[in-house]
């Protein structure tokens, strides 16, 4: 499996939930392939579920044995932080294909179909 094919699982699966996905996609320059960023969006994980009972789950997706860079390492600090002090309405993850059952449970609210 690789990265594209993991996140249309999660996603898939997300919206089965009730979930709304946010991503970006890679685009063409001139330069060769780059993600449409402004400010500070380097490295800022791949998904941002949003679901309505107000819970938000921001996610990296890395297939192994990929690792974070250093620009995603610095959001992972950051949203772990906010998602301490947002009783429970934030959650940050790295996730695996390995996960697949700890997303899965997450994102049905504990009640997987």
Known sequence: MNEA???RQVVDTATI???RAVGHRPMRTKQGWAT???YDGVGWPDLT???ETGKIVITELKIPPNKLSPEQAVWQTTLRTCAINSENHIEYHV???DDFNDILRLLSHGRQQ
């Open 17 to 19: 939930f009730g979930w």
């Open 95 to 97: 996730w695996t294909p």
């Open 5 to 7: 094919e993991f996140e």
């Open 49 to 51: 579920l949003i679901h």
């Open 36 to 38: 449409g960023w402004k």
